[in-house]
Each structure stands twice: as structure tokens, then as C-alpha cells.
T-cell receptor, first 110, second 114 residues
Framework: AQRVTQPEKLLSVFKGAPVELKCNYS??????LFWYVQYSRQRLQLLLR??SRESIKGFTADLNKGETSFHLKKPFAQEEDSAMYYC????????????FGKGTKLTVNP | KAGVTQTPRYLIKTRGQQVTLSCSPI?????VSWYQQTPGQGLQFLFE???????NKGNFPGRFSGRQFSNSRSEMNVSTLELGDSALYLC?????????????FGSGTQLSVL
């Protein structure tokens, strides 16, 4: 079954500390993964996608097919990074649809 | 460019009633997807429309339905409301809905079923 697991519902770090939000997936096809973010009182928005191999707002994520993981990392967390983060897996076939993890709420303390 | 617009922002209904939610995608976007967001289940895919055709459907009962108009605006309907249908309903649009395309989300409609 296709599934995205974010094991941590809540994650709290101090400003300047490294942060890693975990995401594991289960999918028999070729995975395409995303991180979406929702800041307080804002819309859900795309943070980054693995195919772009980009770094957005200092965040990076590497697809590890062996470990079926797509963890989101940032070396130095900022208070403005506090938000809800969702990992998502694109399912192919007909039309694509996104399967989301249940999200991790990141709090960066001053 | 205007973002994805969802109306209404809030709805309160009672069990057994039906409800219609509306979504206007970004101009030029032809794919509209709907998601249900709850604290317990997170974001769950409802269905996706492209050029007035439903292309994909999630695992929701037949009480949940939708449609898309020729101007790409979409509506979803929930009939015979149940308490468990209380949720934030999000609409997202993209140009084609294909591949690793970026989805643009609306602010959602918060539905409360009493």
C-alpha cells in the first residue's frame, strides 16, 4: 500500500540548532516526493520537490531509495521556520494524486 | 494573479443536510483537486478534475461528489452529512495536474456538522 509516514507529530528545537523532519514512504513505483509547509494563518504551499534538487529557505531533502526516506533538513533553524510540515508522495497512473503524511509541527524556540 | 479562491470560508450544518463548496482555480489552471483535512487523518485526497472530467478519486463514500465547469471552477457536494464530515476542505489547482507539478492551495472551507 502507498503510504507516507511522518513519525514525529511535534518537533521542538532552539534557534540556530540543526533540524531534521523525518519522512518515510512506501510505494512500489518510482517515487516523486515533496515537502509542503503551512505557516500560521497561511495557505499550504510547496516548499520543495526532490526532482528539483533545490534548497529553499535553507532546507534540503534527499531521496534515499534504500531507506525509503525523504527527510527534510536545515543546518540552522530560524524562528520563522515554525510551521506545519507535510511530506507528500505522488502516485502515478491515470492522473497523479498526492498522498500526504500526517504532518510534523515544528516549533523553533528563541 | 489571483490565488485559488474557496467559498464559503466557514459553514455550519446539521446532520442529514447537504452542502456545496466552491473553488475557483488560478487563471489558466485546468486541474482542480480536493482534499479533506482533519486533525486525526491529516490531508486525504478526495478527487481531481481536469477539463470537466473526474480523473481520479480517493477512498470516500459516494456521498462525496464533485464537478468541474467549463471555466475550470469546481464544486464539491456532500450529501447526508455526518458528524465525521466536519473538516477543513482544501482545493488545489495546477496547470495540468500531471507529473510533479506544483499545487496551489486555497485557504479552505471549514465545515462543522452539528
Amino acid at each position: 500500500a502507498q503510504r507516507v509516514t511522518q513519525p514525529e507529530k511535534l518537533l521542538s528545537v532552539f534557534k540556530g540548532a540543526p533540524v531534521e523532519l523525518k519522512c518515510n514512504y512506501s510505494y512500489s513505483g518510482s517515487p516523486e516526493l515533496f515537502w509542503y509547509v503551512q505557516y500560521s494563518r497561511q495557505r499550504l504551499q510547496l516548499l520543495l520537490r526532490h526532482i528539483s534538487r533545490e534548497s529553499i529557505k535553507g532546507f534540503t531533502a534527499d531521496l534515499n531509495k534504500g531507506e525509503t526516506s525523504f527527510h527534510l533538513k536545515k543546518p540552522f533553524a530560524q524562528e520563522e521556520d515554525s510551521a506545519m510540515y507535510y511530506c507528500a508522495l505522488l502516485l502515478h497512473g491515470g492522473s497523479e494524486k498526492l498522498v500526504f503524511g500526517k504532518g510534523t509541527k515544528l516549533t523553533v524556540n528563541p | 494573479k489571483a490565488g485559488v479562491t474557496q467559498t464559503p470560508r466557514y459553514l455550519i450544518k446539521t446532520r442529514g443536510q447537504q452542502v456545496t463548496l466552491s473553488c475557483s482555480p488560478i487563471s489558466g489552471h485546468r486541474s482542480v483537486s480536493w482534499y479533506q483535512q482533519t486533525p486525526g487523518q491529516g490531508l486525504q485526497f478526495l478527487f481531481e478534475y481536469f477539463s470537466e472530467t473526474q480523473r481520479n478519486k480517493g477512498n470516500f463514500p459516494g456521498r462525496f461528489s464533485g464537478r468541474q465547469f467549463s471555466n475550470s471552477r469546481s464544486e464539491m457536494n456532500v450529501s447526508t452529512l455526518e458528524l465525521g464530515d466536519s473538516a477543513l476542505y482544501l482545493c488545489a489547482s495546477s496547470v495540468t495536474g500531471q507529473g510533479a507539478e506544483k499545487l496551489f492551495f486555497g485557504s479552505g472551507t471549514q465545515l462543522s456538522v452539528l
